[in-house]
């Protein structure tokens, strides 16, 4: 599986984004997920994830009730919305698949393929 992050860009705080992890191979579609942030001089910090189905999504309370993550299975796309943006939201967004038929995790390490990232900045 091959991921590209795409949709990155400036905004104005209380903005929004649309952000997209397009996939290559068949496999995308049983697997969970995720989205991973990082910011300059700071960890990867988790964001959200859905899980293969689509039928369950989960977030970070950092951005919890602002980003929304959906999935199209059929055009192996998976989207982050993300909505009233903050100052603290910029960092490099990265998605990331994992094993099949797997439900999702706020762990890195459960994502086995990563896509290359896009930055996003929102100035106050």
């Known amino acids: 599986v091959q991921l590209q992050a795409s949709g990155g860009g400036l905004v104005q705080a209380g903005g929004s984004l649309r952000l997209s992890c397009a996939a290559s191979g068949r496999t995308f579609n049983s697997a969970a997920v995720g989205w991973f942030r990082q910011a300059p001089e700071k960890e990867r910090e988790f964001v959200g994830y859905?899980?293969?189905?689509?039928?369950?999504?989960y977030y970070a309370d950092s951005v919890s009730g602002r980003f929304t993550i959906s999935r199209d299975n059929a055009k192996n796309t998976v989207v982050l919305q993300m909505n009233s943006l903050k100052v603290e939201d910029t960092a490099v967004y990265y998605c990331?698949?994992?094993?099949?038929?797997?439900?999702?995790?706020?762990?890195?390490?459960?994502?086995?393929?990563w896509g290359q990232g896009t930055q996003v900045t929102v100035s106050s």
């Open positions: 859905i899980s293969w189905s689509g039928k369950t999504t």
């Open positions: 990331a698949a994992s094993k099949g038929y797997y439900s999702g995790s706020a762990s890195p390490s459960q994502y086995i393929y």
